[in-house]
DNA sequence: CTTGATGCTCAAGGGGCTTGAGGTTTTATG
DNA sequence: CATAAAACCTCAAGCCCCTTGAGCATCAAG
């Protein structure tokens, strides 16, 4: 049996990260030693692990909730977990798009900023003047 | 002058998020009107354009409070603007090369799945298990 | 003068943890 | 076996950047 700090280096994830997931209902409660410490099979290290790939994947609590609700039901098409990690793929695609234009102008502002003063310098200005983007990012 | 919520449409802040920056001082407590609400010059508006293309950026609220405050030293160097704004680009870079290992990986997960059962369903095969990965995306 | 939109303040919520205080259990060492 | 250090416990609050809601006041149009 492991300890909650056994689990954490093994796992990766925090020590008070994991009293959090029980709380949310992540993971279930851990058996208790005599002393009331949480004690943890290597099947809940396995547990942890998934939560913590999919957490690292970008998942929320909430879709790693589905998929765990659905891994518990073997018999269920394959469908449903392949649209969640499909729209988690969507999610980060979105995000990237925007990231390349947040890029692109910041780019732009930091190459062009030769000025000694404040007074002109370009960051300022092309922050204050949102018609000095090529793009619009927003 | 502007009310509020005329100040809300011009800038695409929200009208609680304006109330918001001002408790945090990021804009400076509006005049009022006799009956109490606030009232907003043109002045305004463009300080609140600039934070709100600062934000749209991804700068924090930290980041945006020094912008300002060097903006209204005129004679100071541009070096520190440009700073910030070269941090907030690698901060971006950043992000996005995560974000392409996760779309990799994503990718690589759900075009896997041609099973029909979550028995066998790749998605969560490869969630549970990290060594399935190609790239060490964490 | 009434009505409906807009405004006000103050407090709490949300996501996903993290940090801190104050105390108990476990383990290693003498 | 006694002690001390390390790890554990609970509960509450903090963080970032807003958003939402309750309950009331003001404003512009008809």
Redo the contacts with the bound molecule.
């Keep these: 049996m492991l300890?909650?700090?056994?689990?954490?280096k093994a796992t990766g994830v925090?020590?008070?990260?994991i009293?959090?997931?029980e709380q949310m209902g992540l993971i279930s409660p851990?058996e208790?030693?005599?002393?009331?410490?949480?004690r943890y099979s290597s099947e809940e290290r396995e547990r942890l692990a998934f939560i913590r790939h999919a957490?690292d994947l970008g998942l929320?609590?909430?879709a790693i909730r589905a998929l765990i609700d659905l891994s518990q039901h073997p018999e269920r098409p394959c469908r449903d977990a392949d649209r969640i990690a499909a729209e988690q793929l969507a999610t980060v695609r979105r995000k990237i798009a925007r990231l390349r234009k947040l890029e692109a102008e910041l780019e732009r502002i930091t190459s062009h900023c030769h000025s000694d003063q404040i007074s002109d310098c370009y960051v300022i200005r092309a922050l204050a003047n949102h018609d000095l983007c090529h793009d619009d990012h927003d």
Tied chains: 1, 2.
């Design positions: 300890t909650i700090g056994d689990l954490s925090k020590v008070p990260t009293r959090y997931y851990a208790r030693s005599e002393g009331n410490q949480r957490r929320t609590i909430d």
